[in-house]
């Protein structure tokens, strides 16, 4: 399978924009790019199917999981189990880009935000 980045179109969900790569496809973990605008915060979440695993591209972004912080960098990964609660927000003056893998695949119903 081959997925072309200027195929896809960008969604917004409370105001982060995602290209979800494997939208769409029939995959076994989903990939998809996130941008996280500066003061823009991604709401206390959880998942009842995956792990996420996050990687930083660029920007700083805080971290919070299970009521512990952490301040990632480029380069960085994070990876939060199934069940976990978390959020991160951008803190900075420029965009955060963020690649996340859903394994398994993203199915919103088993997503919970507070």
Same mark, same amino acid.
């Given at each position: 399978?081959?997925?072309?980045?200027?195929?896809?179109?960008?969604?917004?969900?409370?105001?982060?924009?995602?290209? /979800?790569?494997?939208?769409?496809?029939?995959?076994?973990? &989903?990939?998809?790019?996130?941008?996280?605008?500066?003061? %823009? &915060?991604?709401?206390?979440?959880?998942?009842?199917?995956? /792990?996420?695993?996050?990687?930083?591209?660029?920007?700083?972004?805080?971290?919070?999981?299970?009521?512990?912080?952490?301040?990632?960098?480029?380069?960085?990964?994070?990876?939060?189990?199934?069940?976990?609660?978390?959020?991160?927000?951008?803190?900075?003056?420029? /965009?955060?880009?963020? %690649?996340?893998?859903?394994?398994?695949?993203?199915?919103?119903?088993?997503?919970?935000?507070?």
């Amino acid at each position: 399978m081959l997925i072309r980045h200027e195929d896809l179109k960008p969604l917004e969900f409370d105001e982060l924009k995602i290209i /979800d790569y494997t939208a769409g496809h029939d995959t076994n973990s &989903s990939f998809a790019e996130i941008t996280v605008p500066p003061g %823009i &915060s991604h709401k206390l979440s959880w998942s009842n199917r995956s /792990d996420k695993y996050y990687y930083i591209i660029q920007g700083d972004v805080s971290f919070t999981i299970n009521d512990e912080s952490y301040n990632l960098l480029p380069g960085d990964v994070c990876i939060i189990p199934k069940g976990a609660r978390f959020k991160y927000s951008n803190t900075g003056t420029k /965009d955060v880009k963020l %690649i996340l893998v859903h394994t398994p695949s993203f199915k919103l119903e088993c997503e919970v935000f507070e």
